[in-house]
């Protein structure tokens, strides 16, 4: 991206240029070099606050003056690092590079001396006082400045860095001043006696250490001359060495001895025509060899092709596996290694089923969402068993470079292909079933976007034509089965969120993790510590102490620790022979193998005064319970919120509070005037936000305001609105696995959220009763006990 100054706006600039200089202006610190005025400076800008400067300066006056660093200065570099003498100037034009610096033109205006400092954060500002040229004609200045004129023009024929256009300019030049500040500006010498140049206000003087130093630039181009003689005669010996060398090769030919780079290409050619590459791939890589074959091993290219072409070789460019289409395989090997999930499950074997009927259909793409320890990771190896394809993962978590997926050009020392080609390449066919982890955790820097790149590699109508930038060759990923995991859809990018078909997953309850705990948990744990089914047995009622007592999570993985830690204490037992017999883990034994309880079902307890109501709220990581507690105190009204909790959190206790001052208590009118209402949530060091907890919050405050107590054996969930009315909200499954969790069976819910019920487990279902509401009036009337709680206060 771009950003220059239009035609009509040329003039604008050139009057800024003109302009009287600003009392303060941003310093933009150069490193190695010194600009000069009246000339055109290119520059490169990395430095962050550089950057900063620069775009905040192309939205004001685009001015800015540019100091020279000491030497020895560091990469953001104090004020007391640099000269006191600078020039300002205007930004003509930036350019946004895509690693994330800049490329600015600046027109150097008038030079300046550099004040005091304004400011140093976030980048440095000082004031500045024009220090303009002293010109005193005489036949001095005009002499220096034909022998200036001179001796440039004879650098200009000699050394190529300079334009032959600078030449006419010098020549058109009358100005001493412009023509000092042109010279010294295009010469390469020391940072120092450039910036003693600029410093130099006399043009007399000026000119006269300028001519100096043409005269020593002078010597030293005569001296490069003659080295350049000398190393044109020793290219010419090289010329000759490379003559004979190919008579000495064609001479081996005869006698039928091959060199080793000739062997090597021969072994590159035939594997790379055993890799049945595409006509455009193999185009590129006959081009590559014939580079390669004439390159001597000593070449430092040498190996650079030599790597490009094993990649090339190594690729499954036709290579795929056969599908095992047979339904009734699939559905056992699902069901063999998870437990339930029978949607996901129905969603692979209706992609089998389409793959059966029409083989050349595009591969789906899958993204499981879901908390934690759920299984969405090894379902991809279930589903890459079930078709019998190669399985591969990989993990973009906390990934920040675009060249991690699309991999770095063959320019850069040691670049290699990006991870999609990598695991393409690891998994010797080009339709592996490829799980892509953690999607939701990548994030972006100025090194680029990878969520951004992943738009090509998961959207079916491009990833046939994938160009990894190592390759530089389109890659066909239409038959690669890609499956990705995320926790939370919030952080995905709609782009890609759009080119995926989401299935989400949902916690457990506590009779499916007891069944997983059973098939798949404690005999995975059993073999892993060398227990068999003679040596070690836990009980159902074992299982559940434990769910209920020493974990609280949606998935299983705390579950399978805990399994584990028993089974290695009683493998310890048996280690150390303190036992011989079978070990049976009962509901009374848990505590003494795990230690107390660290979960309690206290929410019968924290119910038992007014002022306290039941919440349910929706994590990344599943569903929880939360507490809302109300209290009143004299005082002028006033209401306080603590508990960590977020803007729309805040808002949702004001309407509630507002809604409550509207109802009939029963009790004095002035009592809202006369009481400051606090409302806290428990669990204060950890944020809290949503508007799911309005119902909940205006529940508690009735509460303390009425006296009655909520009901125990009740939790609630639902917006409100000023005028009372309860909307809908989100994540109604895992706030109702939450609730079972805590040993809650009755919930208030909107009744907007009544077809979500069906996604609730049936058999949880059965056990909970769901009150179904419209208003917060009917809320209170389901949630409030019926009498008033007389207490201490």
């Not at 010098?170 to 500040?181: F, I, M, R, T």
């Not at 006399?202 to 300028?210: A, F, K, S, Y």
């Not at 049976?584 to 660290?598: A, M, N, P």
Request: hydrophobic share 40%; proline share 5%.
């Amino acid at each position: 991206m771009s950003i220059e100054i239009p035609s009509s706006d040329g003039e604008a600039v050139e009057a800024a240029v003109r302009t009287r200089l600003p009392e303060a202006l941003p310093v933009l610190p150069l490193r190695e070099a010194v600009a000069f005025p009246e000339t055109l400076v290119p520059l490169a800008v990395g430095q962050e606050r550089s950057i900063k400067l620069v775009n905040d300066v192309l939205t004001g006056n685009r001015m800015l003056v540019m100091v020279a660093s000491k030497e020895g200065a560091g990469d953001e570099p104090g004020h007391d690092e640099l000269y006191e003498v600078g020039v300002a100037g205007v930004v003509a034009r930036m350019l946004k590079v895509p690693d994330g610096t800049l490329r600015i033109l600046v027109h150097g205006a008038q030079r300046v001396d550099i004040g005091e400092y304004v400011a140093t954060d976030p980048y440095l500002i000082a004031r500045i006082s024009e220090a303009p040229d002293i010109v005193v004609p005489s036949p001095e200045l005009e002499a220096l400045h034909r022998n200036v004129q001179t001796a440039f023009s004879r650098i200009i024929e000699e050394v190529p860095y300079l334009p032959a256009e600078l030449q006419m300019a010098v020549a058109n030049l009358d100005d001493p001043a412009e023509l000092g500040h042109l010279i010294a500006g295009a010469l390469r010498i020391k940072t120092d006696e450039k910036q003693r140049l600029l410093e130099e206000r006399d043009v007399t003087e000026r000119l006269r250490r300028l001519s100096e130093l043409l005269a020593r630039e002078l010597d030293l181009v005569e001296i490069g001359t003659r080295i350049q003689s000398q190393v044109q005669s020793e290219m010419d010996k090289g010329q000759r060495e490379y003559f004979l060398r190919q008579q000495l090769k064609a001479i081996q030919e005869e006698l039928g001895e091959v060199d080793e780079t000739q062997a090597e290409a021969g072994e590159l050619r035939e594997r790379l025509d055993q890799a049945g590459l595409p006509e455009y791939a193999w185009k590129q890589a006959e081009r590559e060899l014939q580079r390669f074959e004439r390159l001597p091993p000593q070449a430092a290219e040498h190996g650079v092709i030599r790597t490009y072409l094993e990649w090339l070789a190594d690729l499954p460019w036709s290579q795929s596996t056969e599908d095992n289409l047979d339904l009734k395989h699939g559905r056992q090997v699902l069901d063999r290694d998870h437990y339930d999930i029978e949607s996901v499950k129905d969603r692979i074997l209706e992609f089998l089923a389409v793959r059966k009927l029409k083989p050349d259909a595009p591969s789906s793409i899958l993204c499981f969402v879901g908390p934690p320890g759920v299984g969405k990771t090894s379902l991809g190896r279930s589903i890459a068993g079930a078709m019998g394809r190669p399985f591969e993962r990989i993990s973009v978590g906390g990934v920040r470079d675009e060249s991690e997926i699309r991999g770095h050009r063959r320019t850069y020392i040691g670049a290699l292909p990006g991870t999609i080609i990598r695991v393409i390449r690891d998994a010797g066919a080009n339709n592996p079933v490829l799980m892509i982890d953690e999607i939701d955790k990548m994030g972006m820097d100025f090194r680029g976007d990878p969520a951004s790149a992943m738009l090509e590699v998961l959207d079916p109508e491009q990833n046939s034509t994938f160009r990894d930038h190592y390759l530089d060759l389109p890659f066909d990923l239409s038959r690669v089965f890609f499956i990705c995991t995320a926790n939370q859809l919030d952080t995905v990018p709609p782009a890609l969120q759009d080119r995926m078909e989401v299935i989400e997953l949902s916690g457990y309850t506590q009779e499916e993790k007891r069944e997983i705990a059973k098939r798949y948990l404690v005999p995975r744990q059993m073999e892993r510590t060398g227990l068999g089914r003679s040596k070690i047995e836990l009980t159902t009622e074992a299982l559940e102490e434990i769910i209920d007592g020493y974990t609280r999570e949606a998935g299983v993985r705390g579950l399978e620790r805990q399994i584990g830690s028993i089974c290695r204490k009683v493998a310890r037992e048996f280690a150390e022979g303190t036992r011989r017999s079978k070990r049976v883990i009962r509901k009374t034994t848990v505590g003494e193998l795990l230690g107390k309880r660290r979960f309690q079902l206290d929410v019968k307890t924290r119910v038992t005064q007014p002022g306290v109501a039941t919440g349910l709220a929706w994590t990344p990581v599943g569903g929880d319970v939360l507490f809302v507690e109300a209290t009143a105190y004299p005082g002028d009204g006033k209401l306080q919120i603590t508990g960590q909790l977020g803007d729309v959190m805040k808002e949702s206790a004001a309407a509630a509070l507002s809604y409550v001052k509207t109802l009939d208590h029963g009790v004095p009118a002035n009592y809202f005037r006369e009481h400051d209402l606090h409302i806290h949530v428990p669990a204060g060091a950890i944020p809290k936000d949503g508007p799911s907890a309005g119902v909940t919050m205006a529940t508690a405050l009735a509460s303390r305001v009425t006296g009655r107590c909520v009901r125990a054996d009740t939790a609630m969930t639902g917006e409100i609105t000023l005028t009372g009315q309860v909307l809908p909200i989100g994540g109604l499954k895992e706030k109702a696995l939450a609730a079972q969790r805590v040993g809650i069976n009755r919930l208030i819910i909107p009744r907007r959220n009544e077809a979500d019920i069906d996604d609730i487990p049936a058999h949880l279902r059965r056990r909970m009763k769901f009150v179904l509401v419209d208003s917060e009036d009917e809320v209170l009337d389901a949630a409030l006990q019926k009498r008033a709680v007389r207490t201490a206060r």
